[in-house]
């Protein structure tokens, strides 16, 4: 019997013109829209979603020049979660997180928001330390995280060594409402829904230039063909600079691959999500069985959307110690998304040089957890030109010098 991985089949149901393949199909596009969402993402399709939901505003298309959901939306691993330090962090993040709750409902679609909890480990008395400032910023924000002890970690995650030679565990920074979702049914949902307001999702559909008068934009020239409209947001995550620079701006920015893999499937044997980043590596169960493991970006800036060795071989060797039993498995495969990072490691939701123009983007490695946050504070900024939620998230604050610095609270799964 022919297998068929998720990819394959989100491109086999944008081909079929029955069923969802009526939802995904190729339309042909509108001489003008309201609004055009350039990336059919998680973020993309998130801010086409609210932008009817909260505002109304329905005449959209939304392009993507591969298939719905086959950029980072379909190549991370699903954790979410919202204890960052940073005032303006946490609640953009907390705000996606309690969206990601009742998005099943909302959506009308199972997204399979599994709340199993996510625990970051102190192995070092510096991270300690970080990890119970974080505790105290959040209580401030109104997050629900603790300061749990070594014998707590190893209760809630039996099969974890917690007295490593080199890395011992000395606690953990807990969220117990964080967790998983299933990253292709959060693009899938978003885009029924947006589809049933009769919004336009354009596949295969390349933009190849932004149009312009006056400084301000009036639409785009795509594959197939020119679109008008009246208000464009990018939304391309590792593909950021390349679609500032044909709107005529620079980004401050760079993109890297991220690379991730899975293990062959086995019994359950851990029920939470743990982010060991003293060592570089972060590791949940699927529902599969699957051990899903990631780590850090590349060293080098590249586009590349493949794995490579050597940086498996050394994730896997960073969390051997913490967890013996994964040396025994075997890999299933690895994949690699291109992530956009900022100089502050906090994301960019902003208006630009060109009027009418807006950027979402400099999510780094943690966009799956942000996206209905990010859809949520990105359509308010596009319907009304400002929002609470992206204030602090301009352009501007790179020339300004207001950094929103979470290096240390994003750790290696920013």
């Known amino acids: 019997m022919k297998r068929y991985s998720a990819f394959a089949i989100a491109r086999e149901a944008a081909r079929d013109h029955t069923g969802w393949g009526r939802a995904w199909g190729k339309p042909t596009p509108r001489a003008q829209y309201d609004v055009v969402i350039v990336g059919a993402g998680g973020h993309g399709l998130a801010t086409a979603y609210y932008l009817g939901k909260n505002f109304g505003i329905t005449n959209v298309a939304i392009l993507e020049k591969g298939w719905l959901g086959g950029g980072n939306t379909g190549r991370n691993t699903t954790i979410i979660r919202s204890n960052y330090l940073q005032d303006p962090s946490a609640a953009l993040y907390e705000k996606a997180r309690s969206l990601y709750e009742g998005l099943s409902q909302d959506l009308n679609y199972n997204v399979m928001f599994s709340p199993r909890g996510v625990m970051m480990l102190a192995q070092t008395e510096h991270e300690l330390r970080g990890y119970q400032r974080t505790v105290h910023a959040n209580r401030l924000q109104g997050i629900d995280t603790e300061m749990i002890s070594p014998r707590e970690v190893k209760r809630l995650c039996p099969i974890m060594n917690i007295d490593g030679p080199r890395y011992p565990v000395l606690g953990a920074l807990w969220q117990p409402r964080g967790g998983t979702a299933r990253h292709d049914a959060v693009a899938w949902g978003y885009a029924r829904a947006c589809s049933d307001m009769g919004m336009d999702i354009l596949q295969n559909c390349e933009v190849t230039a932004v149009r312009q008068e006056a400084g301000k934009v009036t639409g785009v020239e795509t594959?197939?063909?020119?679109?008008?409209?009246?208000?464009?947001?990018?939304?391309?995550?590792?593909?950021?600079?390349?679609?500032?620079?044909?709107?005529?701006?620079?980004?401050?920015?760079?993109?890297?691959?991220?690379?991730?893999?899975?293990?062959?499937?086995?019994?359950?044997?851990?029920?939470?999500?743990?982010?060991?980043?003293?060592?570089?590596?972060?590791?949940?169960?699927?529902?599969?069985?699957?051990?899903?493991?990631?780590?850090?970006t590349d060293g080098y800036i590249n586009y590349a959307q493949r794995g490579s060795f050597q940086h498996v071989e050394e994730t896997v060797r960073a969390l051997v110690e913490t967890f013996p039993m994964i040396s025994r498995l075997k890999m299933l495969r690895q994949w690699a998304g291109i992530v956009d990072v900022t100089g502050d490691r906090s994301?960019?939701?902003?208006?630009?040089?060109?009027?009418?123009?807006?950027?979402?983007?400099?999510?780094?490695?943690?966009?799956?957890?942000?996206?209905?946050?990010?859809?949520?504070?990105?359509?308010?900024?596009?319907?009304?030109?400002?929002?609470?939620?992206?204030?602090?998230?301009?352009?501007?604050?790179?020339?300004?010098?207001?950094?929103?610095?979470?290096?240390?609270?994003?750790?290696?799964?920013h």
């Not at 401050?252 to 003293?278: G, R």
């Not at 902003?350 to 359509?379: D, H, Q, R, V, Y």
Request: proline share 5%; charged share 15%.
């Open 223 to 296: 594959s197939l063909g020119e679109i008008r409209c009246g208000k464009l947001g990018i939304v391309v995550a590792g593909h950021s600079g390349v679609m500032a620079e044909k709107a005529g701006f620079r980004l401050p920015l760079e993109s890297v691959a991220l690379q991730a893999l899975v293990s062959e499937p086995i019994k359950p044997c851990m029920d939470v999500v743990v982010m060991a980043n003293t060592v570089h590596g972060y590791m949940s169960q699927s529902d599969k069985g699957e051990m899903v493991i990631g780590g850090g």
């Open 347 to 413: 994301p960019i939701l902003s208006t630009t040089p060109l009027e009418g123009c807006f950027i979402n983007c400099g999510w780094g490695t943690g966009g799956f957890k942000a996206i209905p946050g990010s859809g949520w504070g990105f359509a308010e900024l596009m319907a009304k030109g400002h929002s609470p939620l992206t204030e602090a998230f301009g352009l501007n604050r790179f020339r300004e010098g207001r950094f929103i610095d979470e290096s240390v609270a994003a750790g290696v799964a």
